[in-house]
DNA sequence: GTTACCGAGTTGCAAAAGCAACCTGGTAAC
DNA sequence: GTTACCAGGTTGCTTTTGCAACTCGGTAAC
């Protein structure tokens, strides 16, 4: 069930997660911009080349939680059970993330997670960047569906509405209600999205 | 005053203490004989070529402690201060280490080095091995003493001296005393001792 | 306006570590 | 007695890391 992992399989992952620990905890201390990455190098004694062979640029030290997300919508769209719709697949995986409260999905109330949130949307290089991930996965997204425009428009409204659900489910978190008590309601708001998404796909 | 140490050698530090502690603990729970390299290698996350990196044997693994002492007593003569008496020198290194009850003197009565001394001597390979660092403390000393054979017997009498005054402490400390109560007495051997190599000294 | 500094990211090289496979001597099984 | 295994220690090669010095763009001082 578990690899093998080595030694060197486990002391890589344990510096990468030195690096990003330090990183975040910086960053919500002090904010974005007033860390720089010496600091967080040195934080996670590391040196700065080492950083960067982890983290391609500052950003991602924030955003590789987002990046391990990175393909999902096409892997779930390419890996679905024969018979079944590509908006169906996507739609059951969103609503299994809503059930795990997984913080893509905006459904999750941990302080970490909430303040997480707020540093990235509260910083323009962050936010502009994670528009470019998401724009990454559209394209991934697109490839899996169909190789025409076709697969371009509806991955394009696919993560439109991922979107949308996410900002919608987080902006109730951040107005201080709490996760469980939201749950139902973005799972209805899934639902509508999805239903609306598939009539969609069937007029094109 | 204090060295700037870089991340290679904080962590080459770190590395060796890990690979000591893992070591003396497994020592001291199942016996010098009981514990393979490799178990200690994995112990401290490490492999074994690199275990052998940092201790060329086994025995090192014990007995790095004493090596930190190694050629203690030839640096205490070559920086004496001038005026002072090769023994004389050596005679108030002894006291201070007594004073600072340092586990070199036999004089420590914390169940940890307690505990040390007797995997030491109760495991043949670690006694013989530790013979041999004293063979070359005595030749270190030999030569900063007097190039002639004056030097090596003067060095002999000297390790001998040590030894037996160790080992004196040791056993009372074996045998149930506090270090601070046999305190006197060990400064009291010492004084008798180093008196005698003094007449020694002047005979020659 | 140029000069100096700072922070992000890179490059080339040397040190350290992991890994697998090996050698050697001892000892237990058969 | 030979065969197999085990533990101590070694070897060659690769990956990872540290380090110092660099580029490049921005910005503050003068």
């Given at each position: 069930?578990?690899?093998?992992?080595?030694?060197?399989?486990?002391?890589?992952a344990?510096?990468?997660d030195?690096?990003?620990?330090?990183?975040?905890?910086?960053?919500?201390a002090?904010?974005?911009?007033?860390?720089?990455?010496?600091?967080?190098?040195?934080a996670?004694?590391v040196?700065?080349?080492?950083?960067f062979?982890?983290?391609?640029?500052?950003e991602?030290l924030?955003?590789?939680r987002?990046?391990d997300?990175?393909?999902?919508?096409?892997?779930?769209?390419?890996?679905?059970?024969?018979?079944?719709?590509?908006?169906a697949?996507?739609?059951?995986?969103?609503?299994?993330?809503?059930?795990?409260?997984?913080?893509?999905?905006g459904?999750?109330d941990?302080?970490?997670?909430?303040?997480?949130?707020?540093?990235?949307?509260?910083?323009?290089?962050?936010?502009?960047?994670?528009?470019?991930?998401?724009?990454?996965?559209?394209?991934?997204?697109?490839?899996?569906?169909d190789?025409?425009?076709?697969?371009?428009?509806?991955?394009?409204?696919?993560?439109a509405?991922q979107?949308?659900?996410?900002?919608?489910?987080?902006?109730?978190i951040?107005?201080?209600r709490?996760?469980?008590?939201v749950?139902?309601e973005?799972?209805a708001?899934?639902d509508?999205?999805?239903?609306?998404?598939?009539r969609?796909t069937?007029?094109?």
């Open positions: 069930m578990s690899e093998p992992v080595g030694l060197r399989a486990r002391k890589k344990r510096t990468r030195a690096i990003a620990d330090a990183a975040i905890s910086l960053f919500l002090r904010g974005f911009d007033q860390v720089s990455v010496s600091d967080i190098a040195a996670a004694e040196s700065k080349p080492t950083l062979r982890y983290f391609p640029t500052k991602d924030v955003l590789h987002f990046a997300h990175n393909g999902e919508a096409a892997r779930v769209v390419g890996e679905r059970r024969p018979g079944t719709a590509p908006i697949a996507l739609h059951q995986h969103f609503r299994a993330g809503l059930d795990r409260f997984e913080p893509v999905t459904l999750n941990h302080p970490e997670v909430v303040a997480f949130h707020r540093l990235v949307f509260g910083t323009p290089s962050l936010a502009g960047r994670l528009l470019q991930y998401m724009r990454d996965d559209e394209d991934a997204l697109a490839a899996a569906l190789p025409g425009v076709r697969g371009r428009l509806l991955a394009a409204q696919v993560i509405v979107r949308v659900l996410a900002r919608t489910n987080w902006q109730k951040a107005a201080g709490t996760a469980r008590d749950h139902p973005a799972v708001d899934a509508l999205a999805f239903a609306q998404l598939g969609a069937n007029h094109l």
